[in-house]
């Protein structure tokens, strides 16, 4: 690893640190803007580690009897750190940055983003829980009610420790859009009722006889 590369590492690293302490204190512009700054060290990381890094040099202690020599690697930059789903440690920051971006958004009620952000994380590791509960929280509060319990639904299956939290915001999910339901139903009714009114009347009076005078 070049000491270019260490150090965009160690910066994103704290920028993510400072991101960090700034949701927990719930300082949620501050922790948005640190979390871009770390992307863009990390992007930038990201984008030449996807392959090998050619006649990047490397010093290694001298065997016995040798002079210190250096050696070229030329693997990919996988060496930065795996984590436990095979990823790099520039994705395991990512995964956990873009995750943690998404309840950001939930936070400001931006939902929109809340959504991207966690697709984000969800394609560096698609075994991110968090991100995947923020998705279907997402989801469901732009409107896509099947999308929503659909993520949550699998969720479920693939996390069932977290049962109690998942089954909750679905009951919450399904309760809120019953009762929009209602409220749409009740509004429909009551536009077809005024609808009814304003119709014109037809007239049903029976017509009534001329009087007149009897036949001589």
Known sequence: MSLDVQGKLAIAKQKKEAADQAFRTGDIKD????????????????????GPIQGLQFPRLPRHGENRKTEVLSRPVQTLGAGSHG???????????????????????N??????????????????????????????????????????????????T??????AELARIRAAEAERQKVHDKKLRGFLSRAKDKE???DTAIP?????????
């Open 208 to 216: 009534v006889a001329s009087s007149e005078p009897a036949s001589a």
């Open 200 to 202: 014109p009347k037809q």
């Open 162 to 167: 977290d049962a109690p939290a998942i089954n």
């Open 31 to 50: 922790a948005l803007r640190a979390y871009h700054e770390s992307l863009l060290y990390l992007n930038g990381i990201d984008k030449c580690v996807r």
């Open 87 to 109: 990823q790099t440690q520039v994705d395991e920051m990512l995964d956990k940055i873009y995750a943690n971006q998404s309840a950001c958004y939930i936070k400001n009620g």
């Open 111 to 160: 939902w929109k983003r809340a959504l991207e952000s966690a697709n984000k994380a969800l394609s560096k590791n698609e075994d991110n829980h968090k991100a995947a509960f923020r998705k279907g929280k997402a989801q469901a509060e732009l409107g896509y009610i099947e999308k929503a319990e659909k993520t949550l639904g699998e969720l479920l299956r693939r996390n069932p």
